[in-house]
């Protein structure tokens, strides 16, 4: 080593001395850069929470469609579990109907259906709180019912173990579904898919441009219809259009009493006195004015194979012996078919249900086989 010449040495081995010299100058710029940013945000431990901020935004929006697919998944179980049996929408029904009287003067409006509880959601004054029973608890029938039959439909779910169910029986005339243009369109025709499934016939009109399937009718058309249609039982007709009338008219736009002539789902803002359910891309919808927040991206899968057993509106003690349940559920026309399936019955007289089945109708355990129902 003493005899080696020192510009023999760096000669052969020139490639590794600017090697090391390049990544000590690489290290000592970035060095410096990280110097600089640090100062910049506040220190090296400012530096470094933001660092692993940002680290965990990139990977929370990384991870996001996945757990969206898996929420989405979650909530279809959920609801087509819980949809498909009779005693949910029962026992929704029965929750409203008995909290108009328990809670009163508060007015029910939702009821959010859990595996052994009901909790019913309230509009006041002094904003109340949610009441809350036990499902074991519910009367088999609601007395209190008569006159302001509970109608509800889902809506979605909540916190992905409560199924969310929305009284149309209360409130303005006009349910308005806005928001997100898809999300929108999806929630509107679940809701008409669930109201044509539970109610008469005559009583649901379904106009076009709601589903790309069903021609419908013109919405002066439909409108005509639906004002034509008789309420059976308290139940008023509905209509389900994408606009409204123009002009609008005056049962809309004057001031709803307790029973209205007419109520209408509308695609849109609306007008008049309107109840809004708002939506947004994320797949959720909301009440204004409300703590509702429900998710409903999964609803229309869950409702599309749960409908051909979604009972009948529940009838009340008094209802049934004013009159006959079977006319209720009697239908001397068809629903629109688009939001039915399976093959066409065959045209024939109906069949009075029997006994047994007028005690299954009062529990809320589905139609009677007799029923002409698909």
Do not use: K
């Amino acid at each position: 080593m003493r005899n080696t010449d020192p510009v023999v040495w760096f000669r052969e081995h020139s490639d590794a001395v600017y090697r090391w010299l390049g990544i000590a100058g690489a290290a000592l710029l970035l060095f410096l850069l990280l110097r600089a940013w640090a100062t910049r945000w506040g220190g090296w431990r400012a530096a470094w929470a933001r660092l692993g901020w940002e680290v965990a935004v990139t990977a929370h929006a990384f991870a996001a469609p996945a757990r969206a697919w898996l929420r989405h998944r979650r909530e279809r179980r959920l609801l087509v579990r819980r949809l498909r049996a009779p005693a949910t929408w029962r026992d929704a029904e029965l929750a409203l109907a008995v909290a108009r009287t328990a809670a009163a003067p508060d007015r029910p409006y939702a009821a959010l259906v859990g595996a052994d509880s009901v909790t019913v959601l309230l509009a006041g004054r002094d904003d109340p709180e949610p009441w809350t029973v036990a499902r074991a608890a519910l009367p088999p029938v609601a007395p209190e019912a008569v006159g302001v039959r509970p109608i509800v439909v889902a809506l979605g779910a909540v916190d992905g173990r409560r199924c969310a169910f929305l009284d149309l029986a209360v409130g303005p005339p006009v349910l308005a579904v806005t928001g997100d243009d898809r999300a929108s369109r999806a929630l509107l025709q679940a809701l008409a898919a669930q109201l044509d499934a539970r109610l008469p016939a005559p009583l649901v009109v379904v106009a076009e441009g709601v589903h790309r399937g069903h021609p419908g009718e013109p919405v002066r058309a439909a409108y005509r219809a639906a004002r034509r249609a008789p309420a059976r039982l308290g139940i008023a007709p509905v209509l389900v259009t994408t606009e409204l009338p123009d002009p609008l008219p005056p049962e809309l736009a004057a001031p709803p009493g307790d029973t209205p002539a007419l109520r209408v789902l509308v695609r849109g803002p609306g007008r008049g006195y309107v109840r809004t359910l708002l939506t947004d891309r994320h797949g959720q919808v909301a009440v204004p004015g409300t703590p509702l927040l429900v998710g409903c991206s999964a609803l229309g899968r869950a409702v599309a194979r749960v409908l051909p057993v979604v009972p009948p509106v529940l009838p009340s003690a008094e209802a049934t012996g004013a009159a006959n349940e079977a006319d209720l559920f009697e239908e001397a026309e068809e629903p629109a078919e688009v939001f039915r399936t399976g093959p066409p019955r065959s045209a024939g007289p109906v069949t009075e249900p029997s006994g047994e089945a007028h005690r299954r109708l009062r529990a809320g355990g589905g139609r009677s086989r007799s029923s002409p129902r698909p």
